[in-house]
């Protein structure tokens, strides 16, 4: 049986600190799906599509690496997908506190044995998110090594509009 997890999030920038998840959470699973979430209801940086292609660009170096997306319940998705782990990256314990309120109910959605695995950023990337790495290069500040240099490419595009 294949052990497929899953890595769920906006995603908008994906940066080094979510893509050093992802490569730390595919050489523990025979698949690791990178699920972009869909929220109808929030207009992001990036459309779901260009989210999507920033995704497989960046992640292309690893072969077990397959980019999805998904709209409504995270659980719904789990369950229809038969993951056995639901990976989340933590960067401090404010991200624990909210991750682990998000575990426990869950686990109450999950129908299947999922486990949700809590992965330590690396140090040097504990400091990035998505929204600040908008914020700086909005205002014309450098985000190099803080995103992938083709993430950083669209970046620059999308701001020259």
């Known amino acids: 049986m294949e052990r497929k997890a899953l890595y ?12 050093n998840i992802i490569e730390r959470a595919a050489k523990m699973y025979d698949s690791l799906t990178v699920a972009i979430a869909i ?3 929030k207009t992001g940086f ?4 260009e989210r999507v292609q920033i995704a497989k ?4 170096h690893i072969p077990n690496v397959k980019v ?7 659980a719904d998705y789990v369950n229809e997908n038969g993951f056995i782990a639901y990976v989340r990256g933590l960067r401090a314990t404010t991200d624990f506190e909210n991750e682990l309120q998000m575990a426990q ?16 950023t690396d140090p040097q990337y504990s400091f990035i998110s998505s929204s600040l790495i908008k914020e700086v290069a909005s205002l014309g500040g450098s ?17 020259s509009k």
Do not use: C, Q
């Open 39 to 41: 929220n109808p209801h």
């Open 105 to 120: 109910m869950n686990a109450r959605l999950f129908t299947g044995e999922t486990e949700t695995i809590f992965l330590m």
């Open 46 to 49: 990036f459309t779901v599509e």
């Open 68 to 74: 999805d997306t998904f709209e409504g319940l995270l």
């Open 8 to 19: 769920a999030g906006s995603f908008d920038p994906l940066t080094n600190g979510h893509l």
């Open 143 to 159: 985000v190099e090594g803080l995103i992938a240099p083709y993430t950083s490419e669209r970046i620059k595009e999308k701001l």
């Open 57 to 60: 660009e960046v992640t292309k």
